[in-house]
């Protein structure tokens, strides 16, 4: 079997070079250290039970549980018993290049981009698998997990399709459970999350944002948080986490430079959201997670 395209860093996990997607099994017993990662992380649970702990909180796991986790965002296992964890790890890139027409799909937007942005998740989003789902996601993920041992500059296209399969069948598993996600988002909330996104160092507000979009305020806040669960606004605080926390474990900047740069000058205001979301200190998140 190839060998997993990732490395650790101390407790960050990255993707090598030229890494794009992978899927493989991973058995805990008793505890798995917190750790967090740069990349995308889709753990199925195939047998076994353990407790799973993240900033969302603790979840008693058992086999077809379901979570995804966005990156940058720290877990580990506790009071594992045989836990079997066939993940499907894929990269951030992968979303804004090969795979960004799934921010128009219905399921598949709400899967990756909104729904574990939303309120009080966190980056994490959970769920449960039946026995029949539960095998269909399992048959996709080995067809990906036998393309490791495949050439990736040969094999990139099964790669994303597999990808593409496996993350379709999965948000129509989940779909009674992804609350929101059974109508597309409205066309200006996906032109309003691009434009935060491409300058998230811009100080936006919601008046300049309706205006960009011709929109009432209070209408672009309700068609908002009916596809994501947010207001713009907090939408937009949940990707600037993120980039802060890539910033922190992949660079040397200090951390009031990292706060400007993604859009929070004042060091307190940057400390007091950065915590709010991790449940860890800038510091603290730094300390623990920087790739040397």
Same mark, same amino acid.
């Given at each position: 079997?190839?060998?997993?395209?990732?490395?650790?860093?101390?407790?960050?996990?990255?993707?090598?070079?030229?890494?794009?997607?992978?899927?493989?099994?991973?058995?805990?017993?008793?505890?798995?250290?917190?750790?967090?990662?740069?990349?995308?992380?889709?753990?199925?649970?195939?047998?076994?039970?353990?407790?799973?702990? *993240?900033?969302?909180?603790?979840?008693?796991?058992?086999?077809?549980?379901? #979570?995804?986790?966005?990156?940058?965002?720290?877990?580990?296992?506790?009071?594992?018993?045989?836990?079997?964890?066939?993940?499907?790890?894929?990269?951030?890139?992968?979303?804004?290049?090969?795979?960004?027409?799934?921010?128009?799909?219905?399921?598949?937007?709400?899967? #990756?981009?909104?729904?574990?942005?939303?309120?009080?998740?966190?980056?994490?989003?959970?769920?449960?698998?039946?026995?029949? $789902?539960?095998?269909?996601?399992?048959?996709?993920?080995?067809?990906?997990?036998?393309?490791?041992?495949?050439?990736?500059? #040969?094999?990139?296209?099964?790669?994303?399709?597999?990808? *593409?399969?496996?993350?379709?069948?999965?948000?129509?598993?989940?779909?009674?459970?992804?609350?929101?996600?059974?109508?597309?988002?409205? $066309?200006?909330?996906?032109?309003?999350?691009?434009?935060?996104?491409?300058?998230?160092?811009?100080?936006?507000?919601?008046?300049?944002?309706?205006?960009?979009?011709?929109?009432?305020?209070?209408?672009?806040?309700?068609?908002?948080? *009916? *596809?994501?669960?947010? $207001?713009?606004?907090?939408?937009?605080?949940?990707?600037?986490?993120?980039?802060?926390?890539?910033?922190?474990?992949?660079?040397?900047?200090?951390?009031?430079?990292?706060?400007?740069?993604?859009?929070? $000058?004042?060091?307190?205001?940057?400390?007091?959201?950065?915590?709010?979301?991790?449940?860890?200190?800038?510091?603290?998140?730094?300390?623990?997670?920087?790739?040397?």
């Amino acid at each position: 079997m190839a060998e997993l395209p990732i490395e650790n860093a101390g407790t960050l996990l990255h993707f090598v070079d030229g890494a794009y997607a992978y899927s493989g099994h991973h058995i805990h017993e008793r505890s798995h250290a917190v750790h967090t990662h740069s990349f995308f992380e889709v753990a199925v649970v195939t047998a076994g039970t353990g407790v799973h702990h *993240s900033p969302a909180g603790y979840q008693q796991l058992g086999v077809g549980d379901v #979570l995804l986790l966005r990156p940058g965002v720290w877990h580990g296992y506790d009071g594992c018993d045989g836990l079997d964890v066939f993940n499907c790890c894929f990269s951030a890139d992968l979303l804004q290049h090969e795979l960004a027409w799934t921010r128009e799909d219905a399921l598949l937007g709400y899967l #990756l981009w909104t729904g574990p942005n939303s309120a009080r998740r966190r980056g994490v989003l959970m769920g449960h698998l039946d026995e029949i $789902p539960l095998e269909e996601c399992i048959s996709q993920l080995e067809h990906l997990e036998d393309l490791r041992a495949r050439p990736l500059d #040969l094999h990139r296209g099964d790669v994303i399709g597999r990808l *593409s399969l496996f993350l379709s069948c999965l948000a129509r598993a989940l779909a009674g459970e992804l609350s929101g996600s059974t109508m597309p988002a409205h $066309p200006a909330v996906l032109t309003a999350m691009r434009l935060m996104e491409s300058d998230p160092a811009h100080h936006w507000t919601l008046t300049e944002l309706a205006t960009e979009l011709h929109l009432a305020s209070g209408y672009l806040v309700r068609l908002f948080k *009916s *596809s994501t669960g947010l $207001p713009p606004m907090a939408y937009l605080s949940r990707h600037r986490v993120e980039l802060a926390a890539d910033r922190l474990v992949h660079t040397d900047e200090p951390i009031n430079r990292i706060g400007e740069a993604v859009g929070w $000058p004042d060091q307190n205001y940057f400390a007091r959201r950065f915590r709010s979301h991790f449940g860890l200190s800038a510091t603290t998140y730094r300390a623990r997670f920087t790739r040397a």
